[in-house]
């Protein structure tokens, strides 16, 4: 192998995703070093950043959501810490709380099938009325015909948190290479490191895929070590809560309009953010007119009032989404490699404990319980 720098673990991807993995490892001892050319960026960019494990539950995601409830409940430790080690950035999490709503007769009987299978599950939600859910935030449009009160789940900045990682990383001693990883070195069957876009050589012990949606794409990764994490496109948008009509929201807010999951989510500087569309549309982040108006015109039947909110901002991003849409945490069947990816639509909450797990497998070459479900090698085994 070529002579370059040298790592206990290289992390390709510098998302919020690698940038945690690298931080928690720098803090256990290890040198690290992160190859990505805009470190910060990727799905965090325009991710809207509820942390809610409880009304993002869908049927059949029992073990994802017990990864999601451990996460939450580390994030307010987690944003403290991080605020401390970034020298006082202000990660923008916040204790809010969720209003999950009803239209119509028909969502109203969805959401009470959701309550009771909160219940059967022992998870802290409380059923409304359409009044009660008026009472909490009555800018709520008057049609509301129930919904629930989920205070556990809160919110974080995904912007604030990704600039957090990177002053964390530089300040813990993480090397953050601005090149792209263009190809996985391997030497007897065993990952060794990387050759970085600007013709640099990086080797490591150990090297983490966190590249998103595009991981499975790494040129000289093996056949069949990674399954293909297809890019879920979602657009967002961004207005502006003059300070005279604050607070607008007091908590999130959700809903299903037309069979389309929308949610919105106020920042206590007055940005209220509205998404997302769920799009399969490969790597394609362009805004449309119509996911625009669509997330208009839904947005406005919950929250009628904020059609006349300045639109600050509209922004397209890629969610990566494995098979199954959990994420794959761990090593992977190809020695040497970790993969931290296909988190699809959590990755803001599963920040914390991805950081965490990952860490701990790396410093100990154990794979902590919690991540066991989570394997990457779920889709490569064969049946006995």
Same mark, same amino acid.
């Given at each position: 192998?070529?002579?370059?720098?040298?790592?206990?673990?290289?992390?390709?991807?510098?998302?919020?995703?690698?940038?945690?993995?690298?931080?928690?490892?720098?803090?256990?001892?290890?040198?690290?070093?992160?190859?990505?050319?805009?470190?910060?960026?990727?799905?965090?960019?325009?991710?809207?950043?509820?942390?809610?494990?409880?009304?993002?539950?869908? !049927?059949?995601?029992?073990?994802?959501?017990?990864?999601?409830?451990?996460?939450?409940?580390?994030?307010?430790?987690?944003?403290?810490?991080?605020?401390?080690?970034?020298?006082?950035?202000?990660?923008?999490?916040?204790?809010?709380?969720?209003?999950?709503?009803?239209?119509?007769?028909?969502?109203?009987?969805?959401?009470?099938?959701?309550?009771?299978?909160?219940?059967?599950?022992?998870?802290?939600?409380?059923?409304?009325?359409?009044?009660?859910?008026?009472?909490?935030?009555?800018?709520?449009?008057?049609?509301?015909?129930?919904?629930?009160?989920?205070?556990?789940?809160?919110?974080?900045?995904?912007?604030?948190?990704?600039?957090?990682?990177?002053?964390?990383?530089?300040?813990?001693?993480?090397?953050?290479?601005?090149?792209?990883?263009?190809?996985?070195?391997?030497?007897?069957?065993?990952?060794?490191?990387?050759?970085?876009?600007?013709?640099?050589?990086?080797?490591?012990?150990?090297?983490?895929?966190?590249?998103?949606?595009?991981?499975?794409?790494?040129?000289?990764?093996?056949?069949?070590?990674?399954?293909?994490?297809?890019?879920?496109?979602?657009?967002?948008?961004?207005?502006?809560?003059?300070?005279?009509?604050?607070?607008?929201?007091?908590?999130?807010?959700?809903?299903?309009?037309?069979?389309?999951?929308?949610?919105?989510?106020?920042?206590?500087?007055?940005?209220?953010?509205?998404?997302?569309?769920?799009?399969?549309?490969? !790597?394609?982040?362009?805004?449309?007119?119509?996911?625009?108006?669509?997330?208009?015109?839904?947005?406005?039947?919950?929250?009628?009032?904020?059609?006349?909110?300045?639109?600050?901002?509209?922004?397209?991003?890629?969610?990566?989404?494995?098979?199954?849409?959990?994420?794959?945490?761990?090593?992977?069947?190809?020695?040497?490699?970790?993969?931290?990816?296909?988190?699809?639509?959590?990755?803001?909450?599963?920040?914390?404990?991805?950081?965490?797990?990952?860490?701990?497998?790396?410093?100990?070459?154990?794979?902590?319980?919690?991540?066991?479900?989570?394997?990457?090698?779920?889709?490569?085994?064969?049946?006995?």
């Amino acid at each position: 192998m070529a002579k370059g720098a040298r790592a206990d673990v290289l992390v390709i991807g510098g998302g919020l995703i690698g940038l945690v993995v690298a931080w928690r490892a720098a803090q256990r001892g290890l040198r690290v070093v992160v190859a990505d050319p805009a470190h910060g960026g990727g799905a965090a960019r325009v991710a809207a950043g509820m942390l809610a494990p409880v009304t993002e539950l869908q !049927y059949g995601e029992e073990p994802l959501l017990r990864l999601g409830m451990a996460s939450n409940e580390r994030y307010a430790a987690f944003a403290a810490e991080l605020t401390e080690a970034s020298g006082g950035h202000d990660t923008g999490y916040r204790q809010c709380g969720t209003v999950a709503v009803a239209l119509d007769s028909d969502d109203r009987a969805e959401l009470r099938e959701l309550h009771a299978f909160h219940q059967r599950l022992g998870l802290d939600s409380q059923w409304l009325t359409g009044r009660e859910a008026r009472r909490l935030e009555p800018m709520l449009a008057p049609g509301v015909r129930g919904g629930l009160h989920v205070t556990d789940d809160h919110q974080v900045d995904g912007r604030r948190l990704a600039a957090a990682l990177v002053l964390a990383c530089e300040r813990a001693g993480v090397l953050l290479h601005r090149a792209e990883a263009s190809a996985l070195l391997v030497e007897h069957d065993r990952a060794v490191g990387a050759r970085l876009s600007t013709g640099e050589t990086v080797g490591a012990d150990q090297v983490v895929l966190a590249a998103g949606s595009r991981s499975h794409l790494l040129p000289g990764l093996p056949a069949g070590v990674l399954p293909a994490i297809r890019p879920v496109k979602g657009q967002i948008l961004r207005l502006t809560v003059p300070a005279a009509y604050r607070p607008f929201l007091s908590r999130n807010v959700r809903a299903v309009v037309r069979g389309q999951h929308i949610y919105l989510v106020p920042r206590e500087n007055g940005e209220l953010v509205i998404g997302a569309t769920s799009e399969e549309q490969g !790597y394609d982040t362009t805004v449309t007119a119509g996911g625009v108006y669509e997330l208009l015109r839904d947005a406005h039947e919950l929250v009628p009032g904020l059609t006349e909110l300045p639109l600050t901002e509209t922004a397209a991003g890629l969610r990566p989404g494995s098979p199954d849409n959990a994420p794959l945490l761990g090593p992977t069947a190809l020695p040497g490699l970790v993969a931290a990816t296909g988190h699809y639509r959590n990755g803001v909450l599963l920040t914390p404990v991805t950081g965490d797990l990952l860490a701990d497998y790396l410093a100990t070459g154990v794979t902590p319980d919690l991540a066991e479900p989570f394997s990457p090698t779920r889709f490569t085994k064969v049946p006995a």
